[in-house]
């Protein structure tokens, strides 16, 4: 599991980080991409924050890889939790990853 934060300049829509900065970045840093469905599914942090789950294949070497993300923004951040592995590896994993990402909040700095 990766968890990555980016800063922005500018205050972030979570549709406007998906279209212009997530999206492009998965279909360009990935081999043979396939999404499970065609738009991000709308989900909520702790039921309360707004977030986007993402769930997808790529091809890693000849290896198919299963990938999950959750992104989300807040306070002129966007949030990136990234959950990854081969068909063994992401089945065996996936619950204990789901609950960990189900776990986090923002509080108010």
Same mark, same amino acid.
């Given at each position: 599991?990766?968890?990555?934060?980016?800063?922005?300049?500018? =205050?972030?829509?979570?549709?406007? /980080?998906? $279209? &212009?900065?997530?999206?492009?970045?998965?279909? +360009? @840093?990935?081999?043979?991409?396939? !999404? *499970?469905?065609? +738009?991000?599914?709308?989900?909520? =942090?702790?039921?309360?924050?707004?977030? /986007?789950?993402?769930?997808?294949?790529? &091809? $890693?070497? @000849? %290896?198919?890889?299963?990938?999950? %993300?959750?992104?989300?923004? /807040?306070? !002129?951040? @966007?949030? +990136?939790?990234?959950?990854? @592995?081969?068909?063994?590896?992401?089945?065996?994993? %996936?619950?204990? *990853?789901?609950?960990?990402?189900?776990? =986090? $909040?923002?509080?108010?700095?």
């Amino acid at each position: 599991m990766v968890i990555f934060i980016e800063e922005f300049k500018d =205050l972030y829509s979570l549709d406007k /980080y998906w $279209q &212009d900065i997530v999206k492009p970045r998965i279909k +360009n @840093g990935f081999k043979k991409v396939t !999404f *499970a469905t065609n +738009n991000p599914e709308p989900i909520n =942090l702790k039921k309360q924050h707004p977030a /986007y789950k993402l769930i997808y294949t790529h &091809d $890693q070497d @000849g %290896e198919l890889i299963n990938r999950t %993300e959750i992104i989300t923004v /807040y306070n !002129f951040r @966007g949030y +990136n939790i990234a959950f990854t @592995g081969n068909d063994v590896d992401y089945g065996s994993y %996936e619950l204990v *990853a789901l609950k960990v990402i189900d776990s =986090l $909040q923002f509080t108010k700095p």
